[in-house]
């Protein structure tokens, strides 16, 4: 397996843009995550599904910030419109639920810069 | 509510020096607790992890003990590698898992030759 893929590695955008990230969980992985990396805030989980559903936004930002997962193979997470603030890296992890499930597998993360 | 503190860093050692990273935790219940390790421009990988108090994980000659009576799960290695160089996280997850991950803020370790 590939393991988790997102997309873009890089992006940079103008303020007040729309911008979309994108992930790919690992296949017959049912919960998926979205987290935010900054150098003041460290790690934040934004929002997680399990089986495609939205369980917790409760550390999605403001209501700039929307994420979707329409099957089990794909997400997104959108900022509309996006401000200088949300540069950051994200990253997107997908895990097996379970009662001995243990590991979430990071993707490689989506550096965005909002100039 | 869950919580993990971390030491601060950046932290740098010589090789083959021993390493220990202090991660203490706070938490309703009984969390599961994790290491992980992230190296330049990559994301983040489990190091090692345990699940119940008194458990040890180890990994790559890394290695944690839960202990639930001083709430820590202190990051140890006897001797470090150039090759160790980069980021750890202490985490937790409140159910027994990785559900909701709760991360540390970090500590950077740099390893000199």
């Known amino acids: 397996d590939a393991g988790v893929i997102q997309s873009p590695r890089h992006e940079v955008t103008e303020m007040g843009q729309e911008v979309t990230l994108r992930c790919k969980p690992i296949?017959?992985?049912?919960?998926l995550f979205w987290y935010r990396q900054t150098m003041m805030r460290g790690l934040e989980l934004l929002i997680y599904?399990?089986?495609?559903?939205?369980?917790?936004d409760s550390g999605m930002p403001e209501d700039r910030f929307s994420a979707k997962m329409p099957n089990a193979s794909f997400s997104t997470l959108k900022i509309q419109p996006s401000e200088p603030r949300d540069s950051a890296v994200y990253f997107c992890?997908?895990?097996?639920?379970?009662?001995?499930?243990?590991?979430?597998?990071f993707g490689q993360g989506t550096r965005l810069t909002v100039v | 509510g869950n919580s993990v503190t971390q030491m601060e860093g950046p932290v740098t050692l010589s090789e083959e020096a021993f390493l220990t990273i202090n991660c203490t935790y706070t938490?309703?219940?009984?969390?599961?607790l994790f290491w992980y390790v992230q190296y330049p421009g990559e994301g983040l990988q489990l190091l090692l992890k345990?699940?119940?108090?008194?458990d040890k994980g180890s990994n790559k000659g890394f290695e944690a003990t839960y202990r639930k009576e001083t709430t820590s799960f202190h990051l140890e290695k006897g001797s470090v590698q150039v090759s160790d160089s980069a980021v750890y996280f202490c985490?937790?997850?409140?159910?027994?898992?990785?559900?909701?991950?709760?991360f540390g803020q970090g500590t950077r370790l740099t390893i000199n030759p």
């Open positions: 992890a997908s895990t097996w639920p379970g009662l001995m499930n243990t590991e979430a597998f």
């Open positions: 296949s017959g992985h049912n919960s």
């Open positions: 599904f399990n089986n495609n559903v939205p369980i917790d």
């Open positions: 938490a309703t219940g009984y969390p599961s």
């Open positions: 345990a699940t119940k108090a008194d």
């Open positions: 985490a937790l997850s409140p159910l027994q898992g990785a559900q909701k991950l709760v």
